[in-house]
């Protein structure tokens, strides 16, 4: 067996499953609506630079976590937009347990 044969297999599921095909299909909406797309890419790149600050040891203000709290709360008002985290969460958990099968050899080869 070819692991890599598998992983491309994999992939082509990924491609067919009904969380990409949503998630694909709420973005192409949200790219064609210029307003939608305007607040989803400046509540990204929000989230970005908080991540960032995040990971560079430094915390953000709790006035930038409460503005940011403010963001998302209207950007849950759009119904595509809430469509598109809804559909992003559900394609993590799919990922998130696929990583987790994955991983699974290499765990049970570090318990020998």
């Not at 070819?2 to 969380?19: C, F, P, Q, T, W």
């Not at 509540?43 to 960032?52: G, S």
């Not at 209207?74 to 993590?92: C, H, K, T, W």
């Amino acid at each position: 067996m070819n692991v890599y044969d598998k992983a491309h297999e994999l992939a082509r599921a990924l491609r067919e499953s009904n969380e990409l095909k949503e998630l694909q299909l709420l973005n192409n909406q949200i790219q064609s609506d210029t307003d939608s797309k305007r607040m989803l890419d400046g509540f990204r790149q929000k989230q970005a630079e908080l991540q960032q600050k995040m990971m560079s040891g430094e915390m953000p203000a709790p006035e930038e976590m409460q503005q940011m709290e403010k963001l998302y709360e209207v950007i849950n008002m759009n119904p595509a937009l809430r469509g598109i985290f809804d559909a992003e969460r559900r394609l993590s958990v799919v990922m998130e347990d696929i990583h987790r099968i994955i991983s699974e050899p290499l765990q049970e080869a570090m318990k020998s």
